[in-house]
């Protein structure tokens, strides 16, 4: 079987792609796997990293901005369209995919249309509850539209065969266990608090919590993970101007998460943006979460993510422009001080996972090839 990937620009687009890959790669260990992505993206690096070939071609967004700078982007735009579309035509008749898989991103559109004019079998895999522009105009030409979130169905047009798969979650998510994890952590069983927003982070999350962070390194009612990522460096330095100290022994306060699987399983509650990645590995472990989605993403989808939780009774949602200190102290100390409530949310988000999604989505793959007689 050859297998070529399309997608990228953000790890919500590529890491789905490569747990995709990774689990067609246990089942069928002689599988022939491409990937191509955008030269000089971060798939660039995470691909080869996760032990896959990477082949680049040259693509760039559209802006949405008619300005004459917004315009003056799209004609580039257009130009490396038909070049990117070009170099991925040749790219696929050298390398003669059986199917072509695409997890979004504006780089997977000219890869999926060469794809298709060459008669190449073509699935999609769409992450948000509200589906990208890309994955809207790929849906109409492909032969399965796989959806995370039942939500994005009413949002494309035409016809689909759309397929229910969940997003594919790391295996070491779904198997770390609660009191394991918060003995690694050296954590008891006061309430534990897991932030963070995003490896980058993100100020106004940052400047949100420290206020709790401070009290709660004062009174000791609550232990915090936080990650203020990389341009948070300046996050303990805040905590101290308010009379906390980020170094207390209920503290675990760092730049980066790297043992996520670790701090999920020991959280009572969770706070992030809304990403598809991040919500998905959320239910798996039943988690209760406050969610700020974030406003500068397309379409804002985090918003359309995060309310397919709100409308489950699974997670409470604090939209940035509403957020403040007061306001995000307010809501964890109401919901970490309601037993029943997190009950509630760890229950119903824990219904809406989807565990198996890895298998779901090889499971299109075998039928599509088969409909299409490439096994």
Same mark, same amino acid.
């Given at each position: 079987?050859?297998?070529?990937?399309?997608?990228?620009?953000?790890?919500?687009?590529?890491?789905?792609? #490569?747990?995709?890959?990774?689990?067609?790669?246990?089942?069928?260990?002689?599988?022939?796997?491409?990937?191509?992505?955008?030269?000089?993206?971060?798939?660039?690096?995470?691909?080869?990293?996760?032990?896959?070939?990477?082949?680049?071609?040259?693509?760039?967004?559209?802006?949405? +901005?008619?300005?004459?700078?917004?315009?003056?982007?799209?004609?580039?735009?257009?130009?490396?369209?038909?070049?990117?579309?070009?170099?991925?035509? +040749?790219?696929?008749?050298?390398?003669?995919?059986?199917?072509?898989?695409?997890?979004?991103?504006?780089?997977?559109?000219?890869?999926?249309? @060469?794809?298709?004019?060459?008669?190449?079998?073509?699935?999609?895999?769409?992450?948000?509850?509200?589906?990208?522009?890309?994955?809207?105009?790929?849906?109409?030409?492909?032969?399965?539209?796989?959806?995370?979130?039942?939500?994005?169905?009413?949002?494309?047009?035409?016809?689909?065969?759309?397929?229910?798969?969940?997003?594919?979650?790391?295996?070491?998510?779904?198997?770390?266990?609660?009191?394991?994890?918060?003995? +690694?952590?050296?954590?008891?069983?006061?309430?534990?608090?897991?932030?963070?927003?995003?490896?980058?982070?993100?100020?106004?999350?940052?400047?949100?919590?420290?206020?709790?962070?401070?009290?709660?390194?004062?009174?000791?009612?609550?232990?915090?993970?936080?990650?203020?990522?990389? %341009?948070?460096?300046?996050?303990?330095?805040?905590?101290?101007?308010?009379?906390?100290?980020?170094?207390?022994?209920?503290?675990?306060?760092?730049?980066?998460?790297?043992?996520?699987?670790?701090?999920?399983?020991?959280?009572?509650?969770?706070?992030?943006?809304?990403? @598809?990645?991040?919500?998905?590995?959320?239910?798996?472990?039943?988690?209760?979460?406050?969610?700020?989605?974030?406003?500068?993403?397309?379409?804002?989808?985090?918003?359309?993510?995060?309310?397919? #939780?709100?409308?489950?009774?699974?997670?409470?949602?604090?939209?940035?422009?509403?957020?403040?200190?007061?306001?995000?102290?307010?809501?964890?100390?109401? #919901?970490?001080?309601?037993?029943?409530?997190?009950?509630?949310?760890?229950?119903?988000?824990?219904?809406?996972?989807?565990?198996?999604?890895?298998?779901?989505? %090889?499971?299109?793959?075998?039928?599509?090839?088969?409909?299409?007689?490439?096994?």
């Amino acid at each position: 079987m050859k297998i070529l990937f399309a997608g990228g620009g953000t790890a919500g687009h590529i890491n789905p792609a #490569l747990a995709i890959a990774g689990y067609v790669r246990e089942r069928q260990p002689d599988a022939e796997i491409l990937y191509i992505g955008k030269t000089g993206g971060m798939e660039e690096r995470l691909v080869p990293q996760a032990g896959f070939e990477f082949k680049g071609i040259t693509v760039q967004g559209f802006s949405r +901005k008619m300005t004459p700078a917004g315009i003056k982007n799209n004609i580039v735009t257009v130009k490396k369209a038909i070049t990117g579309g070009r170099d991925a035509k +040749k790219i696929i008749k050298e390398f003669q995919p059986d199917i072509c898989v695409g997890t979004g991103g504006y780089v997977s559109g000219p890869v999926l249309r @060469a794809a298709a004019k060459l008669g190449i079998p073509t699935i999609i895999h769409e992450q948000n509850a509200f589906p990208g522009v890309t994955n809207k105009m790929l849906a109409k030409h492909a032969d399965r539209v796989m959806l995370a979130m039942p939500a994005a169905r009413k949002h494309f047009k035409g016809n689909p065969r759309f397929v229910d798969t969940g997003n594919p979650v790391r295996g070491e998510i779904i198997t770390a266990d609660r009191e394991e994890s918060r003995k +690694k952590l050296g954590l008891d069983e006061r309430p534990v608090i897991l932030s963070f927003g995003g490896s980058l982070g993100a100020q106004i999350i940052n400047e949100s919590l420290a206020e709790i962070i401070a009290r709660s390194s004062k009174d000791g009612k609550y232990q915090h993970i936080h990650a203020y990522g990389q %341009y948070g460096k300046w996050f303990p330095d805040l905590v101290k101007e308010k009379g906390g100290d980020p170094e207390a022994e209920n503290m675990d306060i760092r730049e980066y998460i790297n043992d996520m699987p670790i701090c999920l399983a020991a959280a009572d509650l969770v706070i992030a943006r809304a990403g @598809a990645i991040t919500l998905s590995e959320i239910q798996v472990k039943g988690k209760p979460s406050i969610l700020i989605p974030s406003p500068n993403v397309a379409e804002n989808h985090q918003y359309h993510n995060a309310m397919s #939780l709100v409308e489950r009774d699974a997670a409470v949602m604090i939209e940035e422009k509403d957020l403040t200190p007061v306001k995000l102290t307010e809501e964890i100390d109401k #919901l970490a001080g309601d037993s029943e409530r997190l009950a509630l949310y760890a229950s119903n988000a824990r219904k809406m996972a989807i565990d198996d999604s890895a298998k779901r989505i %090889y499971g299109v793959i075998i039928e599509v090839l088969a409909t299409n007689k490439k096994l």
